[in-house]
C-alpha cells in the first residue's frame, strides 16, 4: 500500500487476555518501530527493527510486551495477559533507514482493556 | 541517552500571530532532529527535519526551526498562525550513535484563537 497499515484500528479486550497489533511498513522499508501513545503522553519507543539485525527492545516496559517482523516486513506487537495501564494508542512506523530518514507512521491500534 | 523537553504543554495564539514551540535535546553526538504535527484523528506528519548543515531549516506548512547547538535547542517557528494548525507538535531526536530509534519529547498542543 502507498503507506503504513496497522490494524485493528480499535481493540477493547479483556483485563487478563492477550491481544495481537499487526503493522504493514511501505514497501521497501527496511527499518519498523513501534510506539506507544498514552492519553494526553507523549510517545514512548518499544521497539525498533532494522534490516536484518537484532532488535533493539530496550523500550518494551514488562516482558507481557513482545514483537516480531516476519520476512523483513509485517510486525506483529503482542502484549499478554494485558493490564489496564496498557491502553494506549499503538503507533507504528517505518523508514528507509536509520533515524537519519524520515518515518512514516501509520494511524494507531487504539487499545482499551476493560 | 538521548532525551527530549518540550516544555510548554499548551500554548493559545491567535490566528494571524507568530508562533514558536520550544524543543531542548540531549544527545552525545551530532543529533537528527524532527518535528512531527498530530492533527486531531490524524496520524504523525512530518513537518522538517535537520541532520547537518545550514542550522535553520523549512519544512512544509509555512513552519521553520533553527537548531542552536550552544543551547541545544530546535524551536519551530511560524510568522502567522492559520486556525488549521491547531494540532499537537512533537518535536524528536535521533542518530547514529546510541539508541537508534527516534526519541519524541512529550509534544506540545496548540490551540489557535479566531
Known amino acids: 500500500g502507498a503507506g503504513v497499515s496497522q490494524s485493528p484500528s480499535n481493540k477493547v479486550t479483556e483485563k487478563g487476555k492477550d491481544v495481537e497489533l499487526r503493522c504493514d511498513p511501505i514497501?521497501?522499508?527496511?527499518?519498523l518501530y513501534w510506539y506507544r501513545q498514552s492519553l494526553g503522553q507523549g510517545l514512548e519507543f518499544l521497539i525498533y527493527?532494522?534490516?536484518?539485525?537484532?532488535?533493539?527492545k530496550s523500550g518494551l516496559p514488562s516482558d507481557r510486551f513482545s514483537a516480531e517482523r516476519t520476512g523483513g516486513s509485517v510486525s506483529t506487537l503482542t502484549i499478554q495477559r494485558t493490564q489496564q495501564e496498557d491502553s494506549a494508542v499503538y503507533l507504528c512506523?517505518?523508514?528507509?533507514?536509520?533515524?537519519?530518514?524520515?518515518?512514516?507512521f501509520g494511524q494507531g491500534t487504539r487499545l482499551t482493556v476493560v | 541517552a538521548q532525551s527530549v523537553t518540550q516544555p510548554d504543554i499548551h500554548i493559545t495564539v491567535s490566528e494571524g500571530a507568530s508562533l514558536e514551540l520550544r524543543c531542548n535535546y540531549s544527545?552525545?553526538?551530532?543529533?537528527?532532529l524532527f518535528w512531527y504535527v498530530q492533527s486531531p484523528g490524524q496520524g504523525l506528519q512530518l513537518l522538517l527535519k535537520?541532520?547537518?548543515?545550514?542550522?535553520l531549516v523549512q519544512g512544509i506548512k509555512g513552519f521553520e526551526a533553527e537548531f542552536k547547538r550552544s543551547q541545544s535547542s530546535f524551536n519551530l517557528r511560524k510568522p502567522s498562525v492559520h486556525w488549521s494548525d491547531a494540532a499537537e507538535y512533537f518535536c524528536?531526536?535521533?542518530?547514529?550513535?546510541?539508541?537508534?530509534?527516534?526519541?519524541f519529547g512529550s509534544g506540545t498542543r496548540l490551540q489557535v484563537q479566531p
Open positions: 512506523a517505518s523508514s528507509l533507514g536509520s533515524t537519519n530518514t524520515e518515518a512514516f
Open positions: 514497501s521497501g522499508h527496511t527499518a
Open positions: 527493527f532494522q534490516g536484518n539485525s537484532a532488535p533493539d
Open positions: 544527545y552525545g553526538a551530532t543529533p537528527y
Open positions: 535537520y541532520f547537518s548543515g545550514d542550522t
Open positions: 524528536a531526536v535521533g542518530g547514529n550513535s546510541g539508541r537508534r530509534a527516534l526519541t
